[in-house]
T-cell receptor, first 111, second 122 residues
Framework: DAKTTQPTSMDCAEGRAANLPCNHS???????VYWYRQIHSQGPQYIIH???NNETNEMASLIITEDRKSSTLILPHATLRDTAVYYC????????????FGTGTSLTVIP | DSGVTQTPKHLITATGQRVTLRCSPR?????VYWYQQSLDQGLQFLIH???????AKGNILERFSAQQFPDLHSELNLSSLELGDSALYFC?????????????????????FGSGTRLTVV
């Protein structure tokens, strides 16, 4: 699986949009971009995933650049409960392939 | 409640002992994955089972073993415990082999994690 690079930490004001970047410059054509988050010591939670097109669900939006070398997770109106570590993972959807979690971005939402 | 149940939530044991962690996947999920998360290592993939068969191994020590039973619940056995084995142990489940659902809402994609077992070895 391709390696991803994320900032170690970020702050965001409550109510504002949180934009979390991820670089995956060596991504292959068949690798998907997934985002998970982990609120302190809880199990990681799936947020969103995509291949080429931008995606939106009830939690967030995922913007993938045209060359697919980077992506941005957008939490449109951050709340204090969004404080967590956010993991960007690229992964091929094949038999037995796992999710490998890096160090992620620690997002702190400030009141 | 994610639908993935892990027991016990907390476990304190002495070095050299053996423990068993249990995971019940979401109803209908055939794949179970085990991860270890210690303070200085992040989330480390240990092992994957699908419908009772081992499918992939990650950074799992020889002192550790796992199995998945016919009712699809899984157990992770940790033996000859050392202080460094103290960690959070997470189990995740998914419907298929690749972590994808058969279709339906996006919430069926990827893994669903349990709330973990916190193991403390003293």
């Amino acid at each position: 699986d391709a390696k991803t690079t994320q900032p170690t930490s970020m702050d965001c004001a409550e109510g504002r949009a949180a934009n979390l970047p991820c670089n995956h410059s060596t991504i292959s054509g068949n690798e998907y971009v997934y985002w998970y988050r982990q609120i302190h010591s809880q199990g990681p939670q799936y947020i969103i995933h995509g291949l080429k097109n931008n995606e939106t669900n009830e939690m967030a939006s995922l913007i993938i650049t045209e060359d697919r070398k980077s992506s941005t997770l957008i939490l449109p109106h951050a709340t204090l409960r969004d404080t967590a570590v956010y993991y960007c993972i690229v992964r091929v959807r094949v038999l037995g392939n796992q999710f490998y979690f890096g160090t992620g971005t620690s997002l702190t939402v400030i009141p | 409640d994610s639908g993935v149940t892990q027991t016990p939530k907390h476990l304190i044991t002495a070095t050299g002992q053996r423990v068993t962690l249990r995971c019940s996947p979401r109803s209908g999920d055939l794949s179970v994955y085990w991860y270890q998360q210690s303070l200085d290592q992040g989330l480390q993939f240990l092992i994957h089972y699908y419908n009772g068969e081992e499918r992939a191994k990650g950074n799992i020590l020889e002192r550790f073993s796992a199995q998945q039973f016919p009712d699809l619940h899984s157990e992770l056995n940790l033996s000859s415990l050392e202080l460094g084995d103290s960690a959070l142990y997470f189990c995740a489940s998914s419907v298929g082999l690749t972590g994808q659902g058969a279709g339906g809402s996006l919430s069926n994609y990827g893994y669903t994690f349990g709330s973990g077992t916190r193991l403390t070895v003293v």
